[in-house]
């Protein structure tokens, strides 16, 4: 079956401008991860939904980021006012439920110029 | 908090080496442990997962993992290694309740010489 889909696969951006980030789970998923792999970084968890509501977002950096789940399957991460320390690769991951095996997408690489 | 700490930055071995990548992990109850590789352009793939039971996890594409509590380590391991391993590798630690949110270490790039 289909995996865990991103897009786009790459958004160059210029410093202050807003930017949305897709994720489209694995069908059936109720449980949607957003983490961030910075160069040379494991990856770092930033946001955890529980169908449509967001269960833990504490990995969050500021309030300039946001994401939203209102179906509780496609997921879309907002950051407002980029800034260059943004630029990282943006991973999905969706599981069964919270404590089952976490499937991740391919990443969208995020570039602010 | 929890962490894991992954020593060994690059790791060269020659094909048909055996291989050993460190993980060590600092949680205070008993974490559920995985590792993941990825390989450039792909996504992260998870070898092998460790939640309870028997200390030592056998993966997929022959790799295997033993848990050590006393150690506080959860050790990667491949008797004979293909060039098609080479990849970046990623210890992750979840913890036991409520959601799975992963904490991963930083990598290890395993570079496989002919």
């Known amino acids: 079956g289909a995996g865990v889909s991103q897009t786009p696969s790459n958004k160059v951006t210029e410093k202050g401008k807003y930017v949305e980030l897709r994720c489209d789970p694995i069908s059936g998923h109720t449980a949607l991860y957003w983490y961030r792999q910075s160069l040379g970084q494991g990856p770092e968890f930033l946001i955890y939904f529980q169908g449509t509501g967001a269960a833990d977002d504490s990995g969050l950096p500021n309030d300039r980021f946001f994401a939203v789940r209102p179906e509780g399957s496609v997921s879309t991460l907002k950051i407002q006012r980029t800034e260059r320390g943004d630029s990282a690769v943006y991973l999905c991951a969706s599981s069964l439920s919270p404590a089952e095996e976490q499937f991740f997408g391919p990443g969208t690489r995020l570039t602010v110029l | 908090a929890q962490s894991v700490t992954q020593p060994d930055i690059h790791i060269t071995v020659s094909e048909g080496a055996s291989l050993e990548l460190r993980c060590n992990y600092s949680y205070g109850a008993t974490p559920y442990l995985f590792w993941y590789v990825q390989s450039p352009g792909q996504g992260l793939q998870l070898l092998l997962k460790?939640?309870?039971?028997?200390?030592l996890v056998q993966g997929i594409k022959g790799f295997e993992a033993e848990f050590k509590r006393s150690q506080s380590s959860f050790n990667l391991r491949k008797p004979s290694v293909h060039w098609s391993d080479a990849a970046e590798y990623f210890c992750a630690v979840g913890v036991q309740t409520g959601a799975n949110n992963l904490f991963f270490g930083t990598g290890t790039r395993l570079t496989v010489i002919p």
């Open positions: 460790y939640f309870s039971g028997d200390t």
